[in-house]
């Protein structure tokens, strides 16, 4: 018998070199070195690494931060990841986050956070960077992996288990978990997350939870694991066949329908789409991740579609005997809670790198790069366009919705006080094309998809996955640290503004000019319009005092937001007419600090209908007649909703 065990062990002996750092300190120094390279464009992964220390990440990822800090003062140059100091974990998330988007996922941050209430407190933007399939490197810490002086301080004791720890509850809300218990499980758990934060289908947060002894103990590590790493950002292609029948499809339409969603600005695919769209004669209506894919006056734009939806869009939806999904989650507010596809003939085509989406509404789903995959449909199309009368329908309801959008833009100089759509109109008219209107929360949201002029493909930033209130501040920050050559107006609510006016002070401290749109209507014009429309009176949406009765429908309250934001180091311009609020925009806009804009409106003041629907339900029974004929109305709508348009391919 022949034995195949080595003679020596000598042979055995790894040859390679070794590193003895802590695992924080390796995590650091890993993360410096990673790189991302798409359509042969390669560049550093992490921008930085955003941070609140306290006990768990104080002195091992924040030891390890300040060694690469100070070696690279000391060798004038930049550190490995860059540090930077937030207000509050969610917050810091969020900036991270819409960093993100603003770079189409080519770069990302990690944000660290102390044991307990620090890391639970980045749960909301872990679920809002998952939904928005955006990625963000969660490195929470956890409590002693030794467990030797448990119950810590924040440590969560669960009677019937020993090891699970808050942390756990990332699980859920990440594309990528893993709890390092040992340094020799660090490299798998930081490849792992490396692998889903840049996959375009898998993205969203990646969490790694490091025990406190853990971040602090040393290890020798393999001089390899810091090698520089460039992952490559895949254009998956679609399949041919299935190309060749999506194309068949789309030809025998003759009122077809594109929806533009996130994926076109992920993938690039703006400029592709305005040449098939302008070749075709397809018009393009676009979700709000979408909004931008085309510019609002290219000849096929009908803007926004669905619940927020313009007059153009929806009439077109409601007709549609095609519709091609690109890059689409096909949210409520997209589907207008499934309503706004009417056509009992109707067939669908979804582009979409995640299978996920691409099955929705049944149809034929290309799972491919949405820039690849339009390529593909493009040359298959050939020379199909649509008939001379349907392009012509198509310019007229997209004129139309033009003019409804300009008559309420208009202002007049007779020192009216401004309602919501004049405030959108003059920052509108009043920003440059290139600059970025972020919002997440409220009525603004909504009106923005509706009426926002949007000029360039990144001008456009609301985030509504999650709509998340608190997001526009901090988000807005982000999209300004990734994008400094352009102004950001943020729109933010004063109920927003109270959740988490935090990051004012951080866009201080980092001298990161921003431009928040503080609009005060002293509560939520927007749940209160949807109360109202559901029969419940607005019961519970205005920031009041309590009256006699001891119901909170007093007097408003007296905040004063400007000063709020003057005493986080602002500078602030209190605007109340048209006149007042041009200066302050220009003046806003030649400043080099953060300049914060005040404006009081009327929260009964909306926006221009576009007969569309959202789906929430209402009480079926009540005492109230308010909420029964709101739950009549309710019956109605759920008549004409569709809940499986087309489960097969037809
Ligand atoms: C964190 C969070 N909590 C609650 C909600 C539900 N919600 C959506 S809009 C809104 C009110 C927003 O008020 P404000 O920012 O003043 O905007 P307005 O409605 O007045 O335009 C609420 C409570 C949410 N989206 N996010
Ligand atoms: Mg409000």
């Not at 003062?73 to 988007?101: C, D, F, I, T, W």
């Not at 003059?426 to 949007?454: F, I, Y």
């Amino acid at each position: 018998m022949v034995s195949t065990a080595p003679k020596s062990t000598e042979k055995l002996v790894d040859t390679e070199g070794t590193v003895r750092l802590t695992v924080a300190q390796a995590t650091i120094r890993f993360l410096a070195g990673q790189y991302v390279e798409r359509d042969g464009v390669r560049s550093k992964f992490f921008a930085g690494c955003f941070g609140i220390f306290g006990h768990g990440n104080v002195a091992g990822l924040g030891q390890a931060l300040l060694q690469d800090e100070i070696a690279a003062a000391e060798a004038s140059k930049e550190p490995g990841l860059k540090y930077v100091l937030g207000r509050n974990e969610q917050a810091m998330v969020h900036s991270a986050v819409a960093y993100a988007r603003q770079k189409d996922r080519l770069q990302a941050w990690a944000v660290t956070a102390s044991v307990g209430p620090g890391s639970t407190n980045m749960l909301t933007g872990a679920a809002l960077a998952t939904i928005n399939r955006l990625p963000v490197l969660l490195l929470p810490a956890d409590t002693f992996a030794t467990r030797v002086s448990s119950p810590v301080l924040q440590e969560l004791e669960l009677p019937s288990s020993g090891d699970v720890t808050v942390n756990d509850a990332f699980k859920p809300l990440s594309r990528y978990f893993d709890r390092v218990w040992r340094p020799e499980q660090l490299p798998a758990a930081l490849l792992g997350a490396m692998r889903v934060l840049t996959d375009p289908v898998e993205t969203g947060a990646a969490t790694v939870s490091i025990p406190q002894d853990v971040q602090a103990e040393a290890h020798d590590w393999p001089e390899s694991l810091f090698a520089e790493r460039t992952w490559h950002i895949a254009r998956p292609l679609p399949e041919r066949s299935v190309i060749a029948r999506a194309a068949e499809i789309v030809a025998s339409a003759r009122k077809p329908l594109i929806v533009a969603g996130g994926g076109v600005h992920y993938s690039g695919a703006e400029g592709v789409l305005a040449a098939l769209a302008s070749g075709t004669g397809i018009p393009v209506a676009e979700s709000q991740a979408g909004k931008g894919s085309l510019r609002y006056d290219h000849p096929q734009s009908v803007g926004a579609i669905g619940s927020t939806g313009t007059t153009a869009a929806n009439a077109l939806a409601s007709e549609a005997d095609v519709v091609i999904g690109i890059g689409t989650r096909y949210s409520d507010f997209t589907s207008a809670s499934r309503t706004a596809f009417n056509n009992p003939d109707i067939r669908f085509v979804n582009i979409n790198v995640a299978s996920l989406d691409a099955v929705k509404q049944g149809g034929i789903s290309v799972v491919a790069d949405a820039r690849e995959a339009l390529e593909a449909l493009s040359t298959a199309l050939g020379d199909f366009r649509v008939s001379d009368e349907y392009r012509t329908r198509v310019t007229e309801l997209a004129a139309e919705w033009e003019d409804t959008v300009s008559a309420v833009y208009a202002t007049s100089d007779d020192g009216a006080a401004l309602n919501q759509n004049q405030v959108i109109g003059l920052v509108n008219t009043l920003s440059d094309p290139r600059d970025v209107v972020v919002c997440a929360a409220g009525s603004m949201p909504g009106d923005l998809h509706k009426m926002w002029r949007t000029r360039d493909r990144k001008g456009y930033h609301v985030e509504y996955g999650y709509s998340c209130m608190g997001y526009e501040i901090a988000g807005g920050i982000g999209v300004k640290m990734a994008d400094p050559d352009r102004d950001v107006f943020i729109m933010v609510g004063d109920g927003s503004y109270l959740m988490m006016a935090t990051e004012l002070v951080t866009a201080v401290q980092e001298g990161i000019k921003v431009i928040p749109v503080l609009v005060q209507n002293h509560g939520f014009a927007s749940i209160g319009g949807l109360s109202e429309s559901l029969g419940s009176q607005r019961f519970g949406t205005s920031y009041r005092y309590r009256s006699g009765d001891g119901r909170l429908d007093g007097d408003t309250l007296p905040v004063d937001l400007a000063a709020n934001a003057a005493s986080l180091g602002a500078d602030v311009i209190k605007a109340t007419t048209a006149a007042e609020f041009t200066d302050a925009v220009k003046a806003a806009k030649a400043a080099e600090r953060t300049t914060v804009i005040h404006v009081e409106t009327d929260p009964l003041i909306y926006a221009p209908d576009s007969q569309s629907w959202w789906d929430v339900p209402v009480s079926e029974v009540s005492t109230l007649e308010s909420t029964q004929s709101a739950y009549a109305r309710y019956a109605d709508w759920k008549k004409v909703q569709r809940p499986l348009i087309n489960p097969s391919d037809r």
